[in-house]
């Protein structure tokens, strides 16, 4: 009787001699073992020594039947029908436009699948440092178009789809924008991976996979009202990770012992465990089949998910609190935190974003087998705003109590790791925390912040022993009731470079509120990046009329990858038929924006009026407030005009566009004006279409991509010195508009790059605006006549019950105008009768426009991507040459 066969399991892949796998282990026709690959993946190592690993036969069987993605026409409508009939079980007699939808995306995923996979196989084997983007907000848009575009085959899906009896508009209006973000945050975060991927940095996006988002805005009797944005029902962008699940840990008790070298050793035992589980987007580059990584976290209940015992005693609801308790982490970006659950819950979902995230990027360090130290070498992680900040207490934890590192040793490799990107000027606005709340929800969490504060402070009183308030200034816990942890000092403290987002912004920050900051560590510390926006999104895709125009005249689409080259277009700002075609472009555009206002709101807007837009957050510092009481001002000038000289006068269209937080009641009486002054002024015979007031439902990207190149002029007009950057001036000015706004964030360095003839700024300088506000409070201040006559329209009743509006009215006129309204309104009317004159020449105002858009160069996120690489990440791109080996 022969021998048992036996058999054997493959070593782990620790780099086994190439002898030892080679030739036959058994029988002929017994197959060797197969290796098992954990939802770890492989390190960059074993990576070279499982390839070494596979047979040869079976390495050629696998090429063989390798997918290869679509090339032409005939093969996208393979791939289209195959997941129609297939996929979606349908096929030609029932597909209409969302199940074509659902095929394209799927083909064009599939697509993207095979590049996505190479990039990654491709950086893992060649170990460079990797960027980690943590943010809050992620405003990708629709994803169809983008991956269409970045692939460059959207001409060949438009000809496929067009044969199969569809019209390629029409397919890319089905799909949903991603709720994953509310405004600039999340859009800066969206612009700056699709950069990191067109350049070729190794970067993974994280973030939180919202079941619901921010909220969809209905605006009913003129007031928003919040309803569910349930936009995942079909997501064809997003791939499941079931396999990557991580428990995330609150609540609970901290012990500590004391280990046989006398070492005090630390362990945190969390109450209530939630499970965090993957989803990962595919993030394509602009012309270049890098694909990199967008990595969303979903909660999960850690247990089971339904306790049969409560069940089976009627406890039905009950039943199924646990697994609810734990969705509801992820379930809307911003919970309402005007209440103490809601502010419980938003801690709670930091923590968890980041929590999970860092055990992701800890997880792929470890696979290195690298020391400690050459952590920062390997991994630079970017803290968007302040909402990230836990990371860096997080990763202490990690590093001392899992991992046993010294204090100090740990502490450098924090410091080393992370960057912060601050995004507000306004004391107010940055992030605050109590101390119980730390206390009740991650205990462990408030000790290392104590001793991270404890260590600073020390630090700070050595360095200043004579000014003992710096201490109190500085310090990471504020003395108030109750205590309250800062947390953008902590991730100041916590980082090794802070930037800012503009000029003005980074000297404001420095000059301000983290002075005493600048003392202590230096300037050197702290940097500015100014703002940009991907060319790609925000002028190829959102306007590609115009982009193929300006395609004529800069040697074709090179201006997507460098949009410095623009600046072939300013020698065309005087040819008469270049600007035809430029105007022609920017009329059918405002056609279009028209027809839609007209379809969703029944209001009828000439396209030949002026379209003056204001889209974004609503905020008092943005002051849309000023912007409806300047069309107020306008409505009662036309009226006491005779109607001859109203005749003369230009026709406007005002468009306003935004949310409003769910509990920022002052934000939501400034939509409500905005409505009940269209209400009046949309149905006034005498003024016709001399005037219209548009307010824009639900404001997203893909309704930025159709308003923004309508533009004539759009406003941005915050109270100077407030807004950190802001990036929708940047979009609206490369698609061919004018700004009108105030010396605040990106509008200077605007104004420096297109020149002060092509935009229309007002107002006060921010160096002035502490002296007014101390004189609204302690001396002298008088309204603005003309804002007076505009409160006495309101008080009269003609736009609605006066008390709606009191709280507007009270803030500027009785309430120290926080936001220098009254201070600002003259200029800013003034400003606008300028406007008014320079329209009515309108080759004049398209040369403006033209000199404009050439001049545009330096604001692109490709630009801010390599200086935040080389000043604060230290990484490099990573070329792609030949993929056989990853």
């Known amino acids: 009787m022969s021998d048992p066969i036996q058999t054997r399991s493959r070593r782990p892949s620790v780099g086994p001699p190439i002898v030892d796998i080679q030739g036959g282990v058994g029988p002929p026709g017994m197959s060797r073992p197969k290796h098992q690959r954990t939802f770890t993946g492989f390190g960059p190592q074993e990576i070279r020594v499982v390839e070494a690993a596979i047979p040869e036969p079976q390495r050629e069987a696998w090429k063989k039947h390798s997918v290869s993605g679509f090339s032409d026409k005939d093969g996208f409508e393979k791939e289209l029908v195959r997941h129609v009939e297939t996929t979606l079980a349908r096929s030609m007699y029932n597909c209409d436009e969302n199940a074509a939808y659902a095929a394209s995306s799927l083909a064009f995923r599939d697509r993207l699948i095979l590049d996505w996979n190479r990039t990654q196989q491709r950086q893992t084997y060649r170990d460079n440092k990797r960027v980690y983007y943590l943010s809050l907000e992620f405003l990708m848009g629709r994803a169809l178009d983008n991956a269409m575009l970045n692939i460059g085959q959207k001409d060949l899906a438009k000809a496929g789809l067009s044969e199969l009896g569809y019209r390629i508009e029409d397919i890319i209006d089905q799909e949903h924008d991603a709720a994953l973000g509310n405004g600039g945050l999340g859009r800066l975060a969206a612009c700056f991976l699709d950069s990191l991927a067109s350049l070729n940095y190794p970067a993974w996006g994280y973030g939180l996979r919202y079941r619901y988002g921010i909220f969809k805005q209905q605006i009913v009797n003129g007031y ?80 089971e998910e339904f306790d049969f015992q409560r069940f089976n005693r009627g406890e039905y609801e009950s039943a199924v609190a646990e697994q609810q ?109 109590s101390v119980g709340l730390f206390q009740h929800l991650l205990p462990r969490h408030l000790q290392i912040i104590y001793d991270i504060n404890l260590f600073f402070l020390q630090k700070v009183e050595r360095m200043f022993p004579d000014d003992r308030d710096m201490l109190r200034r500085i310090s990471i816990i504020e003395e108030a009731s109750p205590k309250m942890v800062r947390m953008a000092y902590l991730a100041i403290v916590g980082s090794h470079k802070v930037n800012g987002v503009a000029e003005l912004h980074s000297d404001l920050i420095k000059t301000t509120i983290f002075k005493d900051f600048v003392a202590i560590f230096g300037p050197d510390k702290f940097t500015n990046v100014t703002n940009g926006i991907t060319p790609r999104r925000w002028l190829h895709q959102a306007n590609a009329k115009l982009s193929d125009l300006i395609a004529t005249k800069c040697e074709g689409n090179g201006f997507l990858n460098d949009l410095t080259m ?70 009662l000038t036309l009226k006491a005009m005779a109607p001859e000289k109203r005749k003369k006068q230009q026709p406007r269209v005002s468009i306003f566009g935004g949310k409003a937080a769910p509990g920022y009641w002052m934000a939501k009486q400034i939509i409500h004006l905005i409505n009940s002054v269209g209400s009046v002024v949309n149905n006034d015979a005498d003024i016709g279409d001399l005037l219209k007031v548009v307010f824009i439902a639900d404001y997203n990207v893909s309704k930025a991509e159709m308003i923004i190149p309508a533009s004539d002029l759009s406003e941005h007009i915050s109270t100077a010195g407030t807004e950190a950057s802001g990036t929708s001036n940047m979009k609206f000015v490369l698609n061919g508009g004018l700004i009108i706004g105030t010396c605040d964030g990106a509008n200077i360095e605007i104004t420096r790059e297109t020149g002060e003839n092509n935009i229309f700024l007002f107002g006060n300088l921010a160096e002035d605006v502490e002296d007014l506000r101390h004189a609204h409070t302690y001396g002298q201040h008088s309204l603005d006549p003309d804002l007076v006559k505009v409160f006495d329209e309101i008080n009269k009743g003609t736009f609605g019950s006066p008390e709606d509006f009191g709280g507007l009215v009270a803030s500027v006129r009785e309430h120290g105008d926080y936001y220098l309204v009254s201070d600002d309104f003259h200029s800013y009317i003034e400003t606008h009768a300028l406007v008014d004159e320079a329209y009515k020449n309108q080759e004049e105002w398209v040369s403006k426009c033209v000199l404009s858009v050439a001049r545009m160069g330096f604001f692109s996120s490709d630009r801010c991507i390599n200086e935040y690489a080389e000043s604060i990440w230290n990484v490099e791109p990573l070329v792609v040459k030949d993929d056989a080996k990853a």
């Open 224 to 303: 928003q009202v919040e309803v569910p944005d349930y936009w995942l029902h079909f997501n064809p962008w997003e791939f499941p990770r079931h396999d990557i699940s991580i428990d995330i840990g609150f609540h609970g008790q901290v012990h500590k012992k004391t280990d046989e070298n006398g070492k005090t050793v630390t362990s945190w035992e969390p109450g209530q465990m939630v499970k965090a589980v993957a989803y990962d987007v595919p993030i394509p580059g602009y012309d270049t089949p890098t694909t990199n990584n967008l990595r969303l976290w979903s909660s999960e209940a850690a247990s």
């Open 325 to 433: 308790t734990a969705e509801t982490i992820s379930a809307v970006l911003y919970p309402n935190d005007n209440l103490d659950r809601g502010k419980e819950l938003r801690l709670k979902q930091q923590y968890f974003w980041v929590a999970a995230s860092l055990y992701d990027i800890v997880r792929r360090f470890k696979k290195s087998r690298r020391p400690w130290r050459e952590f920062p070498d390997q991994v630079a992680i970017q803290l968007n705003d302040t909402h990230p900040t836990l990371a860096v207490v997080e990763l202490q934890r990690v590093l001392i109590d899992l991992e046993g590192l010294e204090w100090d040793d740990a502490w450098n490799i924090v410091v080393e790791t992370f960057g912060y990107t601050n995004h507000t000027v306004l004391p107010e606005a940055l992030e605050k925390w």
């Open 566 to 635: 623009l600046s072939k277009l300013e020698k065309f700002a005087e040819d008469k038929e270049f600007r035809k075609e430029w105007a022609e472009i920017k009329f059918a555009n405002k056609v279009r924006l028209a027809k839609y206002i007209k379809e969703t709101m029944g209001i009828s807007v000439n396209p030949s009026a002026l379209f003056d837009v204001q889209v974004k957050r609503i905020h008092e510092y943005k002051r849309q407030q000023m912007n409806i009481f300047g069309v107020i001002h306008r409505y």
